[in-house]
């Protein structure tokens, strides 16, 4: 069973976050880019015409909602249809203190700023932690109720506005041309396409990542999406206000209309066609947009005579359609894929031989979101996104012992030794003492009695295993357990703290991770990607030390630990590789390196021998025995029941959501009922052979 926790990330084609090989390229790219930056910045005012030079200021001062539009849509999946509210509510304040109170302008700036990231603060809150699109219907309300509010208010000059603003001074120079005032904006912008960058690299733009590809891996492994999202909602809004701010000093007069739904499409658009997810896109997109907004200025009126300002919202419109279907990635896919061409080309295909390298991490953008594959909005896609791999497409995956086994088989002993290499467990319990406790745990469909009245304790450093037959019972328990689903009755306790009804990053946080029977890979990110994932909650780093890329040592080792997990468990060879296009049995040891990535006290693994090859089981089992060996207690969800009798210190079956029995493996076995339950027969020893038959 897949539980989806999140229906609402746009289905555009997403910038992906490469942490192999392509992290050092996308760097050298970034400097590249500053330095182009840097010499248009200093050259423009010089040569471009008057009309090209307002063209050139307001696609900085617009670039700025976009950077903050581009975080929200592109790193924490919401679409926000009222940036333009911000932004307004940035220019008036500003506007007001200049020419109400006589505010300092720095000072008048940052207050203008802070109300923005207040009011998003306040819409935030209630609005994020619901699910679907309600921040995108809010914020367009909040648009209209700027507009309305300030449009019938004396104190903001009604439809007048506010007018008489002055351009600001720099020491004792009036930044009076627009030549000098794009270089006053300038630094600005570059200041947020640096903390922008910095974000989506940072521990909390890959959390972000993850929570795009699938919330509820992400919440398992520790992430707060309600955190997370609204704190980028709110450097989101401070951005937008920080750009009303130089609205406000470049027109003098600001009217409710900067509020309008129009301003917000633009916004939008922006984003869209610079690349979603992209930060250099929404500069891009800015320029673009501001671009076309004059073409469709002179344009409309010569087409449609009389025609009103909205009108050129249907030429808005007709863009986004035809970006959207031509160009999902936008102007960044455009452009990565002519340099992935070009360097590909230049290597006269050599590259793609090196396995260590990523595959679509250093251009291809459209693997997860064009197809759709991770969006959050399709419940079995990220389920789709793993099993792609195992598509009649790719015959290898469908056949894992011949795609997934390494060539150079390893012994035994070398599959045992591996825990030995993997990060330390330190379970805070002696061993035997109650880890976790299920009390009359029961969660109802409607009619459907999933799990019924189920009660056991999980001792420290032991493997239980949890069967029955298909339909028993056991996702929806571990789902309960991992806090994916809330129980209907009952309670959940882990080291002695009730986890049941909270969401899963309270349970992961204080070391309960788990592996899903439906694959939930970060398809947006490498394989390193996905296990550097399994160290979150580990990690310190907030936003605004992501932001100011000040996370380097922490991030750094990590990656280190991360790399030498997938070194441990024989994937170092795919760590650069995309995730979601290693063969199946692959992706399963890969989301197994993730979970122990975390260093759980406790890890529940949902069917973690589906899908592998003979090696790969024995490998995994003899893993399993090692780590419990070291301390870790282990709960697993497995068919093979031959492996669980084997692997278990102790065995609970559930059939049809009721634990029938619980107990040592060899009693268990001996169990009527549970031989009733797997093979419909009340004739013990009937049952008894077939049994052993099956094991
Ligand atoms: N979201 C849901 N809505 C309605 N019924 C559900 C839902 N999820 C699970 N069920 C039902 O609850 C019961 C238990 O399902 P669950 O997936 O937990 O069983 P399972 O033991 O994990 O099965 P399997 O081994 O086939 O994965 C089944 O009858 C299933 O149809």
């Given at each position: 069973?897949?539980?989806?926790?999140?229906p609402?990330?746009?289905?555009?084609?997403?910038?992906?976050?490469?942490?192999g090989?392509?992290?050092?390229?996308?760097?050298?790219?970034?400097?590249?880019?500053?330095?182009?930056?840097?010499?248009?910045?200093?050259?423009?005012?010089?040569?471009?015409?008057?009309?090209?030079?307002?063209?050139?200021?307001?696609?900085?001062?617009?670039?700025?909602?976009?950077?903050?539009?581009?975080?929200?849509?592109?790193?924490?999946?919401?679409?926000?249809?009222?940036?333009?509210?911000?932004?307004?509510?940035?220019?008036?304040?500003?506007?007001?203190?200049?020419?109400?109170?006589?505010?300092?302008?720095?000072?008048?700036?940052?207050?203008?700023?802070?109300?923005?990231?207040?009011?998003?603060?306040?819409?935030?809150?209630?609005?994020?932690?619901?699910?679907?699109?309600?921040?995108?219907?809010?914020?367009?309300?909040?648009?209209?109720?700027?507009?309305?509010?300030?449009?019938?208010?004396?104190?903001?000059?009604?439809?007048?506005?506010i007018?008489?603003?002055?351009?600001?001074?720099v020491?004792?120079?009036?930044?009076?041309?627009?030549?000098?005032?794009?270089?006053f904006?300038?630094?600005?912008?570059?200041?947020?396409?640096?903390?922008?960058?910095?974000?989506?690299?940072?521990?909390?733009?890959?959390?972000?990542?993850?929570?795009?590809?699938?919330?509820?891996?992400?919440?398992?492994?520790?992430?707060?999406?309600?955190?997370?999202?609204?704190?980028?909602?709110?450097?989101?809004?401070?951005?937008?206000?920080?750009?009303?701010?130089?609205?406000?000093?470049?027109?003098?007069?600001?009217?409710?209309?900067?509020?309008?739904?129009?301003?917000?499409?633009?916004?939008?658009?922006?984003?869209v066609?610079?690349?979603?997810?992209?930060?250099?896109?929404?500069?891009?997109?800015?320029?673009?947009?501001e671009?076309?907004?004059?073409?469709?200025?002179?344009?409309?009126?010569?087409?449609?005579?009389?025609?009103?300002?909205?009108?050129?919202?249907?030429?808005?419109?007709?863009?986004?359609?035809?970006?959207?279907?031509l160009?999902?990635?936008?102007?960044?896919?455009?452009?990565?894929?002519?340099?992935?061409?070009r360097?590909?080309?230049?290597?006269?295909?050599?590259?793609?031989k090196?396995?260590?390298?990523?595959?679509?991490?250093?251009?291809?953008?459209?693997?997860?979101?064009?197809?759709?594959?991770t969006?959050?909005?399709?419940?079995?896609?990220?389920?789709g996104?793993?099993?792609?791999?195992?598509?009649?497409?790719?015959?290898?995956?469908?056949?894992?012992?011949?795609?997934?086994?390494?060539?150079?088989?390893?012994?035994?002993?070398?599959?045992?030794?591996?825990?030995?290499?993997?990060?330390?467990?330190?379970?805070?319990?002696?061993?035997?003492?109650?880890?976790?406790?299920?009390?009359?745990?029961?969660?109802?469909?409607?009619?459907?009695?999933?799990v019924?009245?189920?009660?056991?304790?999980?001792?420290?450093?032991?493997?239980?295993?949890?069967?029955?037959?298909?339909?028993?019972?056991?996702?929806?328990?571990?789902?309960?357990?991992?806090?994916?689903?809330?129980?209907?009755?009952?309670?959940?306790?882990?080291?002695?703290?009730?986890?049941?009804?909270?969401?899963?990053?309270?349970?992961?946080?204080?070391?309960?991770?788990?592996?899903?029977?439906?694959?939930?890979?970060?398809?947006?990110?490498?394989?390193?990607?996905?296990?550097?994932?399994?160290?979150?909650?580990l990690?310190?780093?907030?936003?605004?030390?992501?932001?100011?890329?000040?996370?380097?040592?922490?991030?750094?080792?990590?990656?280190?630990?991360?790399?030498?997990?997938?070194d441990?468990?024989?994937?170092?060879?795919?760590?650069?590789?995309?995730?979601?296009?290693?063969?199946?049995?692959?992706?399963?040891?890969?989301?197994?390196?993730?979970?122990?990535?975390?260093?759980?006290?406790?890890?529940?693994?949902?069917?973690p021998?589906?899908?592998?090859?003979?090696?790969?089981?024995?490998?995994?089992?003899?893993?399993?025995?090692?780590?419990?060996?070291?301390?870790?207690t282990?709960?697993?969800?497995?068919?093979?029941?031959?492996?669980?009798?084997?692997?278990?210190?102790?065995v609970?079956?559930?059939?049809?959501?009721v634990?029938?029995?619980?107990?040592?493996?060899e009693?268990?076995?001996?169990?009527?009922?549970?031989?009733?339950?797997?093979?419909?027969?009340?004739?013990?020893?009937?049952?008894?052979?077939?049994?052993?038959?099956?094991?």
């Amino acid at each position: 069973m897949t539980t989806n926790l999140s229906p609402e990330a746009p289905k555009l084609t997403k910038a992906p976050p490469s942490l192999g090989a392509g992290r050092s390229r996308a760097k050298r790219s970034n400097l590249i880019g500053f330095g182009i930056l840097l010499v248009v910045i200093v050259v423009i005012p010089f040569v471009v015409t008057p009309s090209l030079m307002n063209i050139a200021v307001f696609t900085l001062i617009f670039a700025l909602p976009a950077i903050g539009l581009n975080l929200l849509m592109g790193l924490a999946g919401q679409v926000s249809l009222g940036q333009a509210a911000f932004f307004a509510v940035g220019a008036y304040t500003h506007g007001i203190l200049l020419t109400k109170y006589d505010v300092p302008g720095p000072l008048a700036a940052l207050i203008a700023v802070v109300v923005a990231m207040l009011i998003a603060l306040l819409v935030g809150l209630p609005l994020m932690r619901l699910r679907g699109h309600y921040l995108a219907l809010a914020t367009l309300g909040l648009g209209f109720i700027v507009m309305i509010a300030v449009r019938e208010s004396e104190f903001t000059g009604r439809t007048t506005g506010i007018y008489g603003i002055e351009r600001p001074e720099v020491f004792g120079l009036v930044i009076s041309s627009n030549g000098l005032f794009f270089w006053f904006v300038a630094p600005f912008v570059i200041v947020a396409l640096i903390l922008a960058l910095n974000l989506s690299r940072s521990r909390a733009g890959r959390a972000l990542s993850a929570v795009n590809d699938s919330e509820l891996a992400a919440e398992c492994l520790g992430v707060s999406t309600y955190a997370l999202r609204l704190k980028v909602l709110v450097v989101s809004a401070g951005l937008a206000g920080l750009g009303g701010v130089f609205y406000a000093y470049q027109v003098t007069i600001v009217s409710p209309e900067i509020a309008n739904f129009h301003y917000s499409v633009e916004m939008l658009l922006m984003v869209v066609i610079g690349g979603l997810g992209s930060v250099w896109g929404a500069l891009a997109g800015a320029f673009v947009v501001e671009l076309l907004g004059e073409g469709l200025r002179d344009v409309i009126p010569l087409l449609i005579p009389n025609a009103s300002g909205e009108v050129q919202l249907v030429g808005y419109g007709l863009v986004l359609i035809i970006v959207i279907i031509l160009l999902p990635g936008g102007l960044h896919q455009a452009v990565t894929s002519l340099l992935k061409r070009r360097r590909s080309g230049a290597d006269g295909g050599s590259g793609a031989k090196n396995s260590r390298r990523p595959a679509a991490a250093t251009g291809s953008t459209s693997t997860g979101a064009t197809s759709g594959a991770t969006s959050p909005d399709d419940p079995g896609a990220t389920s789709g996104a793993a099993s792609g791999a195992t598509s009649p497409d790719d015959p290898g995956a469908t056949s894992p012992d011949a795609a997934s086994t390494p060539k150079h088989a390893e012994s035994a002993d070398a599959d045992a030794d591996i825990a030995s290499s993997l990060p330390t467990i330190s379970t805070p319990l002696e061993p035997g003492e109650v880890i976790l406790r299920i009390s009359d745990l029961s969660k109802q469909y409607g009619g459907v009695t999933a799990v019924d009245h189920v009660s056991f304790d999980v001792p420290a450093g032991r493997i239980l295993g949890l069967i029955g037959p298909n339909g028993a019972g056991k996702t929806t328990c571990f789902n309960m357990i991992s806090g994916a689903l809330a129980p209907t009755t009952g309670e959940v306790t882990f080291l002695g703290q009730t986890i049941s009804g909270h969401k899963p990053h309270i349970a992961a946080n204080r070391g309960l991770t788990r592996t899903f029977q439906n694959l939930q890979v970060f398809s947006s990110t490498d394989v390193l990607g996905n296990v550097y994932m399994g160290r979150y909650r580990l990690g310190r780093a907030g936003i605004v030390r992501g932001m100011l890329g000040l996370q380097g040592s922490e991030q750094r080792a990590h990656r280190d630990t991360a790399t030498s997990i997938l070194d441990a468990m024989r994937l170092g060879d795919v760590a650069g590789t995309e995730a979601a296009s290693l063969p199946f049995g692959r992706q399963r040891m890969m989301e197994v390196c993730r979970a122990l990535a975390a260093e759980p006290a406790l890890l529940l693994l949902d069917e973690p021998m589906a899908g592998l090859s003979g090696h790969e089981r024995d490998m995994l089992a003899g893993l399993l025995r090692s780590l419990r060996d070291a301390g870790l207690t282990i709960v697993l969800v497995e068919h093979d029941v031959a492996q669980v009798m084997s692997l278990a210190d102790s065995v609970a079956v559930l059939d049809d959501g009721v634990l029938i029995a619980h107990g040592d493996p060899e009693s268990v076995r001996n169990d009527p009922k549970v031989m009733k339950a797997y093979l419909g027969t009340d004739n013990v020893d009937e049952a008894r052979s077939e049994l052993e038959e099956l094991s």
